[in-house]
């Protein structure tokens, strides 16, 4: 059983930098796809990057190079990096691994001066 753990978030001001972690456990973790998802009030569940075990990925457009997704195996972790950031990226981001149905249970980002 997969379940994961976010943290990093927090509140930043416009153009300021967070690194936001999802831990993973299970002893196939590292053998998944796994998503960074967004949600902000009155809005859908969004898709912001994923990756895949070999560290292929794809990012939402609205990223626009501003963030970086990564992972570490070894570890169990999965990382976004967030530059730039925007009071539109103010939102609860999940950490989700498809095959297993298992999201985390979110870490808030706040974007505001």
């Known amino acids: 059983q997969v379940q994961l753990v976010e943290s990093g978030g927090g509140l930043v001001q416009p153009g300021g930098s967070l690194r936001l972690s999802c831990a993973g456990s299970?002893?196939?973790?590292?053998?998944?796809?796994v998503g960074w998802y967004r949600q902000a009030p009155g809005k859908e569940r969004e898709l912001v990057a994923r990756?895949?075990?070999?560290?292929?990925?794809v990012y939402a457009d609205f990223v626009e190079g501003r963030f970086t997704i990564s992972r570490d195996n070894a570890k169990n972790m999965v990382y976004l990096q967030m530059n730039n950031l925007k009071v539109e990226d103010t939102a609860v981001y999940y950490c989700?691994?498809?095959?297993?149905?298992?999201w985390g249970r979110g870490t808030e980002v706040t974007v505001s001066s």
């Open positions: 990756i895949t075990p070999d560290s292929r990925t």
């Open positions: 299970g002893s196939i973790f590292r053998l998944r796809t």
């Open positions: 989700f691994a498809p095959a297993t149905g298992a």
